[in-house]
Nanobody, 121 residues
Framework: QVQLVESGGGLVQVGGSLRLSCAAS?????MGWFRQGPGKGRVFVAG????????DYADSVKGRFTISRHGADNTLYLQMDSLTSEDTAVYYC?????????????????WGRGTRVTVSS
């Protein structure tokens, strides 16, 4: 069983930065971040393979967000820069048994409870 706990959310101004963390217990393979904005469905943000050598990003965050993982303590990160109001959402950490980097939430097996990010102007 894998447990995921996100942290690092909060209130930030437009143009600011925030780093999200996800502490994972148990063995994990590829991991990802999803987000759900107000009145919207949950969508893929970024994903990373177990080794960290493969990453994928949603077009909306490319060049602004960076996903990484620290193998020693099994922690996933999402560095978010140049934030806009469109980035306001609840951010979820997810883990999958697949060695690939899926973009569809149905391919992920474990989920955290989410951390809220609010970007204000």
């Amino acid at each position: 069983q894998v447990q995921l706990v996100e942290s690092g959310g909060g209130l930030v101004q437009v143009g600011g930065s925030l780093r999200l963390s996800c502490a994972a217990s148990g063995r994990t393979f590829s991991m990802g971040w999803f987000r759900q904005g107000p009145g919207k469905g949950r969508v893929f943000v970024a994903g990373i393979s177990r080794s960290g050598d493969l990453t994928d990003y949603a077009d909306s965050v490319k060049g602004r967000f960076t996903i990484s993982r620290h193998g020693a303590d099994n922690t996933l990160y999402l560095q978010m820069d140049s934030l806009t109001s469109e980035d306001t959402a609840v951010y979820y950490c997810a883990a999958t048994k697949s060695p690939a980097v899926p973009v569809w939430e149905g391919d992920y097996d474990y989920w955290g409870r989410g951390t809220r990010v609010t970007v204000s102007s």
